[in-house]
């Protein structure tokens, strides 16, 4: 968790050191999953910088609000002659999701970084990290009864995609609406990984953020 909050800032000094002009960035937005059918709702943290007038580079770290779901599973008796053996008990399976994203960005319709109206896109590239956890909602001996199956872990994805969107300058900062598609080429699991991920965790992800940014000048 810590590493996720000091990358950010480590690379939003680095861009400042490095560039007379950075757009800060911040939106809260939807990431949604095709096939698990999880929407997330994040808050997206970050910075546009640009290379010229048309171009320019985003950076951004995001993390969401926890899904939560009630769901059953089954708890089997360590001590078979334990009455009942087998027992169904009630859970809370919940995942959360962090991320680090950055990518290219052109705009080629409208306006240029600086200027009024315009529309852009580009490519994403995406390390994200999605948390699974189970709460036991029924009464029960945990030390005499093992879950089948319960959330626990963490499950990690990096994914490209494409990005586009729209921005409007105003003399406060800049309104802009971006959309993003990715798909994962690479997902891991952590070594205590359990629990069905299928319906949690999906490799290709709409994001959708209406933001605010503003420009800093050196």
Same mark, same amino acid.
């Given at each position: @968790?810590?590493?996720?909050? =000091?990358?950010?800032?480590? /690379? +939003?000094?680095?861009?400042?050191?490095?560039?007379?002009?950075?757009? /800060? @960035?911040?939106?809260?937005?939807?990431?949604?999953?095709?096939?698990?059918?999880?929407?997330?709702?994040? +808050?997206?943290?970050?910075?546009?910088?640009?290379?010229?007038?048309?171009?320019?580079?985003?950076?951004?770290?995001? %993390?969401?609000?926890?899904?939560?779901?009630?769901?059953?599973?089954? %708890?089997?008796?360590?001590?078979?002659?334990?009455?009942?053996?087998?027992?169904?008990?009630? =859970?809370?399976?919940?995942?959360?999701?962090?991320? *680090?994203e950055?990518?290219?960005?052109?705009?080629?319709?409208?306006?240029?970084?600086?200027?009024?109206? #315009?529309?852009?896109?580009?490519?994403?590239?995406?390390?994200? @990290?999605?948390? +699974?956890?189970?709460?036991?909602?029924?009464?029960?001996?945990?030390?005499?009864?093992r879950? %089948?199956?319960?959330?626990?872990?963490? =499950?990690?994805? +990096?994914?490209?995609? *494409?990005? #586009?969107?729209?921005?409007?300058?105003f %003399?406060?900062?800049?309104?802009?609406?971006? *959309?993003?598609? &990715?798909?994962?080429? =690479?997902?891991?699991? &952590?070594p205590?990984?359990?629990?069905?991920?299928?319906?949690?965790?999906s490799?290709?992800?709409?994001?959708t953020?209406?933001?605010?940014?503003?420009?800093?000048?050196?």
């Amino acid at each position: @968790m810590k590493t996720k909050i =000091v990358l950010p800032i480590i /690379l +939003l000094i680095i861009s400042l050191s490095a560039k007379s002009q950075v757009g /800060l @960035m911040i939106a809260p937005g939807l990431n949604y999953g095709f096939g698990s059918g999880q929407l997330f709702k994040t +808050l997206n943290l970050g910075v546009e910088i640009p290379r010229d007038e048309n171009a320019s580079i985003v950076i951004r770290a995001f %993390a969401s609000l926890k899904n939560s779901k009630t769901d059953s599973t089954y %708890a089997e008796a360590f001590d078979l002659a334990t009455s009942p053996s087998v027992l169904m008990v009630k =859970v809370k399976n919940g995942v959360t999701q962090f991320g *680090l994203e950055g990518g290219t960005r052109r705009y080629f319709i409208g306006s240029n970084f600086d200027y009024g109206f #315009g529309l852009y896109g580009g490519t994403i590239f995406n390390v994200s @990290m999605y948390r +699974l956890s189970s709460k036991i909602l029924d009464d029960i001996d945990e030390s005499a009864y093992r879950f %089948a199956e319960t959330n626990k872990g963490s =499950v990690f994805l +990096l994914s490209f995609g *494409l990005q #586009g969107g729209v921005k409007k300058q105003f %003399a406060f900062g800049t309104l802009f609406l971006d *959309l993003s598609l &990715s798909y994962a080429i =690479v997902a891991a699991g &952590s070594p205590n990984l359990t629990g069905n991920t299928g319906n949690q965790i999906s490799a290709l992800n709409f994001g959708t953020c209406i933001g605010y940014r503003r420009d800093i000048f050196r």
